[in-house]
DNA sequence: TATGAATGAGGATTCATTCAT
DNA sequence: TATGAATGAATCCTCATTCAT
């Protein structure tokens, strides 16, 4: 495949993730992509087989990246909280590039999981879970964390938390993510409560 | 209205309802919907106008509810933390018969509010908006919630995290609407963090 | 049939006859009828088996009592000239009456005789066409009426021009039936054109 | 647009006009107009949005035609009853040409023009009424026409007659529309009353 | 690579009609 | 006589997809 064939790929996929992110992928006709990038909807399909391979190529990637992401955090940190601190700056930071791929993945996975072809999104995010909870019980076992949460709870607390922020996040806006993190970090560590 | 009509309208949204809540408003087609009910798609048009005002009335009678028991919550509480603890456990416990009247709302509303008809969506979050932002500032002002957080951000974290609940919830699973609020408010007002 | 049912059914069939003529047979719903009469649509069918059974007996009503006064015109006169006025003049005052129906029947006699049920509608237009054919020829025969036009030419042109009329007439209007009658018949006879 | 593309539409619209003009637009199914093409139903909306913009296109392109020619008409003849001559020629010639749009004119008009979008057809019949009542009047002042007759009735019979002619004019028949035009000019000039 | 005509299945909705109450 | 729930067929229209050019 030529570069030139892969950046025309890439800007299409980008431009049907953001129509996704926006409508929904039922809601998104291919006709719309089409529009959008400024050819006819007949002529998509000379690069991809379906709208469904579209998702499909729009979340292994970010997928992918954020897996890796994570793998690498957990390699070179083995301290939890600052295991945990790295986890959540990582994930909002990959709201600056990945932010239509999170919030399809928030909102559609749930449905294209029933189908065989997106059977692996499960997977992924068993995977993704088990970064979060490795870190997490470590940390209660080290006594870092509070002995009386229960992690699987607090696990879910921590990850719709996060990813839901791609609902109003703004990659230009004024509050980077790294602030964001901080803040968010904040809250999760000590509480909004003031301290005595 | 006699009686034996309103409740067949409330058996044919509750139906409506679930399946909008899982596979999606766009997605679930009005044959499914009849399907469900033992009828003819036609059918369903002796009862309502039109799919889109199925969700309407589904909507608005949740919102209805809330904005109610949110009022309630402020007109008998002045304690900033206790009315926060009575704003988080109201919500979760609206999960018991809201399930998803909340996952709509929570999926849909942003796509629907584009629409002259759903306008009022907006009106209604903005007036939720607000019952929480006047119980954390007068929290701050009292001292009570740590002065170094943005309060909007706060917001949207309680409010994103409290209703993505809905999405794993079980109103017959073990852990009550109470319990998991208890938990999340001890996350929310100490942190994660063990106290040293 | 009590008279109280005949005249509930006289009552319905005006109703009918009014939205059949203003916006089409096909196009009025039975819903509609039923709206008008302040009744559900169900209930139209304790009167009448079925919506063409409604235009059914309107047309035949109508055209029963316009080829009895045919007849009764041409029975009293002998003289062309006499009959013809007589004829266009019977002809708008029927308008007073049957106007409905002779809109419907101007504008769906000819998709309705498609169907079986409605064969009779050629066959009495093909009775009523006779009687002015004769009286025109004769007129033509006698030295009454111009020898240079086709009559059957000139009968298509009286016919449609006085039918049409019932587009534009109105019952409660200034004009009454009669005037506007012997406005055209002085075109039909001595033409637009100044005597020199 | 391309030359077979424009030609397709033309041939798909003469195919609608056809049917619109037989058996009325609202009793008119898109899949009979695809049939009669010969294609799918959903693929007539390749061509056009919609069953009502066949209509429109349909109606738009006759009442262009038929204003040119009453302009071209009236530009070119000074006297009144040259005018009126050409007036109906022009129009019984558009016939051949224009059948089913006319016939569609005719019977839809009144109902359609009470949707927004069909609101122009109320102005260009104002305007090709102005054309009539403009020679009429001008004719009875310089005393050309009679006297004695109301020009607005006189309008509405010549374009009533005139155009109700579509019902039963048969543009491959005997008789051409020129001859039809000279038929009825001698009855709506000298009457169909012989001279003394 | 792209066009544009066409497919075929399916979508929401309408509507004449039926029937138990 | 009337209600109102339901039917079932049909309606207009949409949309992912195909394919010859």
Not at 30 to 57: P, T
Not at 119 to 143: F, I, S, T
Request: glycine share 8%.
């Amino acid at each position: 495949m030529g570069a030139a064939r892969k950046d025309r790929r890439a800007e299409l996929l980008g431009i049907a993730g953001r129509l996704f992110a926006e409508r929904g992928f039922v809601a998104t006709t291919v006709r719309e992509i089409a529009d959008a990038a400024g050819i006819l909807s007949g002529s998509l399909y000379h690069h991809f087989d379906s709208k469904e391979s579209m998702v499909d190529e729009i979340l292994r990637g970010f997928l992918d990246r954020l897996r890796a992401s994570y793998e690498q955090v957990l390699a070179e940190r083995s301290d939890p909280r600052a295991a945990l601190t790295a986890l959540v700056t990582v994930s909002f930071e990959s709201m600056d590039t990945d932010g239509d791929a999170i919030a399809i993945f928030q909102n559609e996975a749930a449905h294209l999981a029933q189908f065989e072809r997106f059977g692996y999104l499960a997977e992924v995010a068993a995977e993704l879970e088990r970064c979060w909870l490795g870190v997490l019980e470590r940390g209660q076992r080290d006594g870092v964390f509070r002995a009386d949460l229960r992690v699987p709870l607090v696990y879910r607390f921590i990850r719709d938390t996060v990813w839901v922020a791609v609902r109003w996040y703004d990659p230009e806006g004024t509050l980077g993510a790294e602030e964001i993190a901080a803040q968010y970090l904040t809250i999760l560590c000590q509480g909004i409560v003031a301290q005595r």
